[in-house]
């Protein structure tokens, strides 16, 4: 049982996880909470890791400020060259991301949360999507992780 769990935690341990919790990713959030989860690897291609979209799973009102969460499933901290989680916002194609918030990577545990405040654009849209990613800059592990999730932006 002992050699099951070593092999285990050295398999999580080859890369970190990033886990979007509010907006909820695309798919599900099976396994949040423990370190490694399946659902919090998203490696490749740009932009989703090749998540598609299953629908909006949140409505903001333009330019309101909201608080976002988000899970490093997995710690991936480099001391000598520490990495970032950002956000970016892009249309409904997967293009024209721009960056809103960058956060720097620090020594925090595995399933630490993170609750930053982001501003949602001012222009409506039937569909956007919101782009998070986890930049570790680390030689030991993947370069990015990420996740999107899917939303609307209107007044009504
Ligand atoms: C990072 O955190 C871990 C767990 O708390 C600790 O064991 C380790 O010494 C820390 N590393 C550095 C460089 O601070
Ligand atoms: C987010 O905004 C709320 C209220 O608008 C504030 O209390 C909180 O400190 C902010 N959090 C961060 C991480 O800036
Ligand atoms: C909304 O967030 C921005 C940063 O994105 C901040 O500059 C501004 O003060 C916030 N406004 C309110 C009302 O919290």
Known sequence: MKAVVVIVATLAM??????????????????????????????????????????????FKPGVNVSIIFQKNLNHWDQSTPGSFNIAIGDSEEKNFKTILSVKDTNSSSLTYYYPNITIPMEETKHAVMQLTYVTKNPKAPAVFYQCADFAITRE
Do not use: F, W, Y
């Open 14 to 59: 080859a890369a970190a996880h990033i886990c979007m919790v509010s907006p909820r990713q695309r798919g599900t959030l099976q396994g949040l909470d423990k370190p490694g989860a399946a659902d919090c690897i998203r490696l490749s291609p740009e932009p989703c890791g090749g998540q598609k979209s299953d629908g909006n799973t949140a409505i």
